[in-house]
């Protein structure tokens, strides 16, 4: 297994209304096409209302580790942050991010709201893309992981 090295700070974030993997790379895709179309590029950008006061240290190879049906899953690099203002007048703050994602051996998070900082000694390992079947559920992926077949 690989193991993802950094230094970095990182954040943790729940993929609302994801049930699957599968269901996180057709938002990415989705986001991608969208900001394709709008000029911005290929990149995938998440909205959030607050700011992380601990941007810099973000920016120093940090990710953001994706939360499914209350397992981390996946990760994606953090390549930077955009301050933007709403149509209802509410600033917030875009969260860019490598559309290229990598799965994360499975670990339970319990439920909360917003995102929270994760250090890299307590993020999940890497793990190989072939190692994981498309499609699998979270809850599959916690529980080859204990038995140790994944």
Same mark, same amino acid.
């Given at each position: 297994?690989?193991?993802?090295?950094?230094?970095?700070?990182?954040?943790v974030?729940?993929?609302? =209304?994801?049930e699957?993997?599968? &269901?996180? #790379?057709? *938002?990415?895709?989705? +986001?991608?096409?969208?900001?394709?179309?709008? =000029?911005?590029?290929?990149?995938? &950008?998440? #909205?959030t *209302?607050?700011?992380? +006061?601990?941007?810099?240290?973000l920016?120093? =190879?940090?990710?953001?580790?994706w939360v499914?049906?209350?397992?981390?899953?996946? +990760?994606?690099?953090?390549?930077?942050?955009?301050?933007?203002?709403?149509?209802?007048?509410?600033?917030?703050?875009?969260i860019?991010?490598?559309?290229?994602?990598v799965?994360?051996?499975p670990?339970?998070?319990?439920?909360f709201?917003?995102?929270?900082?994760?250090?890299?000694?307590?993020?999940p390992?890497?793990?190989?893309?072939?190692?994981?079947?498309?499609?699998?559920?979270?809850?599959?992926?916690?529980?080859?992981?204990?038995?140790?077949?994944?």
């Amino acid at each position: 297994m690989q193991q993802h090295i950094m230094t970095a700070l990182n954040l943790v974030k729940l993929c609302v =209304g994801a049930e699957t993997i599968d &269901d996180l #790379v057709a *938002r990415i895709e989705n +986001r991608v096409r969208i900001n394709k179309a709008a =000029g911005v590029g290929s990149v995938h &950008d998440h #909205v959030t *209302r607050m700011h992380p +006061r601990r941007e810099s240290e973000l920016l120093g =190879g940090g990710s953001i580790y994706w939360v499914i049906k209350g397992i981390v899953s996946a +990760r994606q690099p953090i390549i930077g942050f955009e301050k933007r203002t709403g149509t209802d007048g509410i600033q917030r703050t875009e969260i860019l991010l490598d559309p290229a994602f990598v799965l994360t051996e499975p670990q339970p998070r319990r439920a909360f709201q917003g995102w929270r900082y994760l250090t890299a000694e307590d993020a999940p390992r890497d793990i190989k893309m072939g190692k994981r079947q498309k499609g699998m559920s979270p809850e599959l992926g916690r529980e080859l992981a204990e038995l140790g077949l994944l």
